[in-house]
C-alpha cells in the first residue's frame, strides 16, 4: 500500500504586525511578528508563509465599514522589506516565505497581475482569497466581515444559497482567469462562506458540484488550497475552510493542500492544526 501523504508541518497563512485589522484585535496586533515566529517554532513548524493583506486598487470601493482590512498603498514597501529581513534573519531555524493575500476581485485581475509580478522579486507566494462579491456596478458585497453584512449580501444575490452558488462560481472563475500565476499561488480559505453557517444555515443542493468544478480548476492552473483552521475560532463557525467533500476532491485531484492558521495573533500560529491534520487523513 503506498504511503498516506501527510500534511506538511507548514502554516502556509499568518498575518503579522502589519496586519491593519485583526479579528481580534482592531488596527492590529501590537505584538512583533517575531512573536508569531517564536510560536510556530516552539510548536514544531519548519515553514511559515506570513501574508498580510495587499492594497485594494485605487479608489476602490471597499464596502466594509472601517475601510482598514488592507494595507494602504504607502505601507506595502515597508512590509515587504520587514519580511524580506525576517526570512534572512531566521534562515537555519525556520523556512519564512515573504507573500501576501491578495483578493481576488472580479474585473481589478490587472491590479492583482501588476502586483504580483512588480514585487516578484521579493515575494515568495501569493494567498489568493475572495473576501468580496460584485454585486453591480461599482457595488460589492462582503462575506466575512460581519453576520450582518453577510445578510445584506445574501438579500442582494437573492438568497444564502444563492450567495453561496455564486461564491463557489466566482472562485472557479477567478482560478480560470489566474492573474498570480507569475508566483506559486494558493486559494486562500476555499470554504470562508461558512463563517456565519450557524446563523444561515441555507445550502444549495449544487454545491458539492461548484466546489469540485472549484478544486478542478486549481488541478488545472497548478494552484495550491490553503486547508485553513481560522473558521474553527469563530463562533457562528467552528469548522475548517476546507473539508468534507472539496477536500476529498482535492485528494482525488492531487492538488496540494497546506494547512493556514491565519493568525491575527501570536498564540493563533498553528492554532486548529491537530483538527486539520484529521480532517486531512479522513478524506484521502
Ligand atoms: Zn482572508
Ligand atoms: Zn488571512
Not at 34 to 54: C, I, K, N
Not at 65 to 70: A, E, I, L, S, V
Not at 78 to 92: F, N, V
Not at 244 to 249: E, N, V
Request: with cysteine; aromatic share 8%; hydrophobic share 40%.
Amino acid at each position: 500500500m503506498p504511503p498516506i501523504p501527510s500534511l506538511p508541518r507548514w502554516d502556509g497563512h499568518v498575518h503579522s504586525q502589519f496586519a491593519p485589522h485583526g479579528q481580534f484585535a482592531p488596527h492590529g496586533d501590537p505584538s512583533a511578528t517575531e512573536s508569531f515566529l517564536q510560536h510556530a517554532v516552539s510548536l514544531g513548524f519548519t515553514r511559515v508563509t506570513l501574508a498580510e493583506h495587499a492594497p485594494l486598487p485605487d479608489a476602490f470601493p471597499d464596502p466594509t465599514p472601517d475601510h482598514d482590512g488592507n494595507l494602504s498603498a504607502e505601507q506595502l514597501e515597508p512590509y515587504l522589506r520587514h519580511a524580506a529581513d525576517l526570512r534572512e534573519r531566521w534562515r537555519g531555524r525556520l523556512d519564512i516565505l515573504v507573500g501576501l493575500e491578495v483578493d481576488l476581485l472580479p474585473g481589478h485581475e490587472d491590479h492583482a497581475r501588476s502586483l504580483v509580478e512588480r514585487h516578484a522579486g521579493t515575494l515568495d507566494e501569493v494567498v489568493a482569497s475572495l473576501h468580496l462579491l460584485p454585486l453591480g456596478r461599482d457595488e460589492w458585497g462582503s462575506i466575512d466581515y460581519s453576520p450582518e453584512t453577510f445578510a445584506e449580501t445574501a438579500r442582494r444575490c437573492g438568497s444564502v444559497a444563492a450567495l453561496r452558488r455564486r461564491y463557489l462560481e466566482t472562485l472557479a472563475e477567478q482560478i480560470d482567469r489566474d492573474a498570480c500565476k507569475s508566483l506559486p499561488h494558493r486559494l486562500g480559505h476555499p470554504l470562508l462562506v461558512d463563517k456565519f453557517r450557524r446563523l444561515f444555515p441555507e445550502t444549495s443542493p449544487l454545491e458539492d458540484s461548484l466546489a469540485e468544478a472549484v478544486v478542478a480548476a486549481a488541478s488545472a492552473h497548478g494552484w495550491s488550497l490553503d486547508l485553513n483552521a481560522a473558521g474553527l475560532r469563530k463562533p457562528h463557525c467552528g469548522m475548517l475552510y476546507l473539508r468534507g467533500p472539496m477536500l476529498a476532491a482535492a485528494r482525488r485531484f492531487a492538488v496540494p493542500v497546506v494547512y493556514g492558521s491565519d493568525a491575527h495573533r501570536p498564540e493563533e500560529v498553528g492554532a486548529g492544526w491537530s483538527e486539520a491534520v484529521a480532517e486531512f487523513e479522513g478524506s484521502g
